[in-house]
């Protein structure tokens, strides 16, 4: 996974979102206020650029306090496909499991994908 710092890619990334809105604001609030210098110590990542076909907000690591507070965890997601969604959990470190966290987002496919990985990993999801 890319994370985009560069104000230009950070422009482009928002144009792009606000298309597709609704589903992409989860990740489109993050990428403004990234955008705009970033109080809030999040990070926006996505798997390639420009052609992205997932992007992932989040808190930059070294901002986590307690490893079990999925409320400070959360990540937000936007996906153009589900296998890239899938790739995600299955197989990056952008998505950890050494700390409870919590995923939002508004498309279809979600929640299957995220129970899917679970199981296979024998993980409980609330």
């Given amino acids: 996974m890319l994370i985009l710092r560069c104000p230009v ?20 609030g993050t990428v403004m206020t990234v955008a705009r210098g970033n109080p809030a110590s999040h990070e926006v990542l996505v798997d390639s650029w420009p052609h992205f076909g997932i ?28 296998g890239a969604l899938q ?3 299955e197989g990056t470190e952008a998505v950890t499991r050494e700390r409870a966290f919590q995923i939002l987002g508004m498309q279809d496919g979600l929640d299957e994908a995220v ?3 679970a199981s296979a990993r024998g993980l409980k999801v609330e």
């Fill in 55 to 82: 992007v992932l907000t989040r808190l930059r690591p070294e901002e986590h306090r307690d490893p079990r507070d999925y409320y400070t965890n959360q990540l937000a997601v936007f996906y153009r496909d589900k």
């Fill in 87 to 89: 790739a995600l959990l």
């Fill in 9 to 28: 890619q950070l422009q482009l990334l928002e144009e792009t979102l606000q298309k597709s809105l609704p589903t992409t604001l989860p990740v489109l």
């Fill in 115 to 117: 129970q899917d990985v």
